[in-house]
């Protein structure tokens, strides 16, 4: 898989995707992440990426000529499954859409600045919004992180311990149950005697009742009917 994201800042980007599971992921060659500048792509000698809004108004808007040159350049290359523009606008990021990108071979994401980004980029060369959640963010930067981590370590082989993706939070829609490690007893509080039973069966069967106990009192909307199948 490769994600390629657009951003003016590739700064941004420097930290967070040499370290922990993205990295392993690119070292073993199952996804790569390309960090393109769009000012690279810019028409003007200033090297402009953005400009005053028509009709006026306070803030600065992302111009459609760097972005549709950056992207016809990269789809030269091959065709994506989909160009992402990140926006609270979207459709929000969840377990069910992490698994469908992480099918995926081509993706590519569109991080915005300032008021937003011409509309006709929007309407003509975006085939999908995907917020991360109802707030707003500056930039759509660390959505782009939070997106790529959500997806890229659910395609095979990333995760040495391919069952702990498995038991994620939301991966069956329920919340992870508790865990612990030594020691047994810190300060009067104490491991649950049956983790420490050596019973597989009972301690899976534990397990099983802690989830559903903390997904019905933290997160009831989590029970319901499955989704149908198709692009999430
Ligand atoms: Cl994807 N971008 C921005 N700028 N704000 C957001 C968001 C994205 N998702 C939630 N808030």
Not at 74 to 90: R, T, V
Not at 117 to 136: L, Q
Not at 144 to 155: E, G, K, N, S
Request: net charge negative; charged share 30%.
């Amino acid at each position: 898989m490769q994600i390629d994201i657009l951003t003016i800042f590739p700064e941004m980007f420097e930290g967070p995707f040499r370290h922990s599971i993205i990295k392993r992921a690119a070292d073993k060659g199952i996804a790569r992440i390309r960090i393109v500048n769009i000012r690279d792509f810019a028409t003007d000698r200033h090297r402009r990426v953005d400009d005053y809004p028509y009709g006026g108004g306070a803030g600065m808007v992302m111009m459609i000529e760097p972005i549709s040159r950056c992207i016809e350049h990269l789809k030269q290359e091959s065709e994506y499954d989909e160009i992402i523009y990140l926006s609270p606008d979207g459709d929000l990021l969840d377990q069910r859409m992490a698994n469908w990108y992480s099918t995926r071979e081509r993706i590519l994401l569109l991080c915005g600045h300032y008021k937003g980004i011409d509309e006709r980029i929007r309407e003509h060369i975006i085939t999908r919004e995907v917020s991360i959640g109802d707030y707003v963010l500056s930039g759509g930067e660390t959505a782009a992180m939070v997106f790529c981590d959500a997806v890229i370590r659910l395609v095979p082989g990333v995760l040495n311990d391919e069952t702990s993706a498995l038991s994620d939070s939301f991966q069956d829609n329920l919340l992870s149950p508790p865990v612990y490690t030594r020691p047994g007893d810190f300060r009067g509080m104490r491991v649950p005697d049956i983790l420490l039973s050596g019973n597989d069966r009972e301690i899976e069967e534990w397990r099983m009742q802690k989830a559903l106990e903390r997904t019905k009192a933290r997160r009831p909307l989590l029970f319901g009917p499955e989704p149908g199948e198709g692009n999430p």
